[in-house]
């Protein structure tokens, strides 16, 4: 929340005016003032910047002013930001800085002056940007908290890597619980253990081995990997494991996010697992798919999930369909026999009374454990 408290003027300088933030259940009270593009400096620590710098500049980039600028101009969506300041003709959100005037939040923006202050040096516009100062006092955690509120859970959302990555710095280096994060951020907790989770084997493992422009996109392999719970069990259970999912995402074994949800399945077949090692992906679902045709057909799919559920029937839904039930219930029940046997028919399928019989008494006994 801001307020507006009151207004200054000094003598040959911009207006400055008092204004106030609400911050993690304070009052915290900062100037409006439109500074020189010149005095303002970019934050290396930065999540849009210090999770991504060292990858394409090397580890002491962070430190170079110019270094990070390029990083900045280089993404598409600066020059989009850009175009937009160019055409409002100005910024419709004050950046924030620090009482150093070093960016805590607004570093794009600070760039696309800094361009648009290059490109028409005699243009009023471009000469200071508008800015919100922060009060010496102001300790960084809160200015983690004010980045996490706008950027992980608010409308300007950095990119899937950055949100994990500063999820991750107010746990380790802040030392908020995952019940806190949770709480501020407005996630579930289980959401924040695998963005940190996911983050930690992306930076530590993944980036350390695999260093080249867009290797960052491949965080969301990472996310799913701990996210489905077979997955994520398989993960935490051995470091090696991880090291194994990394390389098979860097060599693009696994090429595509779809192939990590499969990847479960793989990991159950040892003929699957032999040839996804060896062969690829697609070699690994063909041997799959000869064992569970579920996988690849919509149909047999389908026939799985009604099977699973026909079997848990609920004794309402049976009951619909006896001889004092439902007529539709009646009539949904003999079109899927007729559809069954015909396509059994057609398939060469060959009934197994026994079997069929066997499967009725099972049923009957969950159907009378149930009254």
């Known amino acids: 929340m801001m307020a507006r408290l009151k ?48 990858l394409e500049f090397g580890p ?123 709480s501020r951020l407005r ?10 989770r996911a983050f930690e084997a992306m930076q530590s493992i993944y980036l350390q081995k695999y260093q080249k422009p867009g290797s960052v996109r491949k965080f969301s392999y990472f996310e799913e990997l701990f996210k489905k719970p077979e997955l994520r069990e398989w993960a935490t259970s051995n470091e090696e494991n991880v090291r194994r999912f990394a ?14 949800r499969d990847l479960g399945r793989i990991l159950k077949n040892p003929e699957a697992l032999k040839a996804f090692e060896e062969a690829g992906f697609s070699e690994a679902r063909k041997l799959l798919e000869e064992d569970d045709p579920a996988i690849s057909s919509p149909l047999f799919k389908t026939m799985v999930e009604t099977t699973e559920l026909l079997r848990e029937a609920r004794l309402d839904d049976i009951q619909r369909a006896g001889p004092d039930g439902n007529p539709a219930a009646h009539r949904i029940v003999r079109e899927l026999e007729d559809a069954l046997t015909r396509f059994m028919e057609l398939s060469g399928v060959v009934r197994q009374p026994a079997a069929a019989a066997e499967r009725g008494e099972a049923q009957e006994r969950r159907i009378g454990s149930r009254r």
């Not at 304070?26 to 999540?47: F, G, I, M, S, T």
């Not at 996630?187 to 940190?196: A, F, G, P, T, Y």
């Open 187 to 196: 996630m579930s907790k289980s959401k924040v253990n695998q963005l940190i």
């Open 60 to 182: 002491k980039a962070a430190a170079l002013e110019s270094a990070i600028e390029e990083l900045l101009w280089s993404d598409p969506d600066v020059r989009d930001l850009y175009r937009q300041v160019v055409v409002n003709g100005g910024l419709i959100e004050r950046i924030i800085v620090r009482p150093n005037f070093v960016v805590a939040e607004g570093n794009c923006r600070l760039v696309v002056y800094r361009r648009l202050r290059e490109k028409f040096p005699k243009d009023a516009r471009w000469q200071r940007v508008p800015a919100r100062v922060l009060p010496e006092e102001i300790p960084e955690r809160d200015i983690a908290l004010l980045l996490g509120q706008m950027h992980v859970m608010g409308k300007n959302a950095w990119t899937p890597f950055e949100k994990a990555g500063h999820v991750y710095k107010l746990h380790r280096e802040y030392v908020l619980t995952q019940d806190e994060i949770a």
């Open 7 to 54: 207004t200054e003027i000094a003598k040959d300088s911009p207006v400055v005016e008092v204004d106030e933030i609400t911050l993690d259940g304070k009052r915290v009270v900062v100037r409006n003032q439109d500074l020189q593009v010149e005095a303002l400096h970019l934050d290396p620590k930065n999540p849009r910047i210090a999770n991504t710098v060292s």
């Open 247 to 260: 390389d098979w995402v860097g060599t693009e074994r696994i090429s595509q996010g779809m192939h990590v």
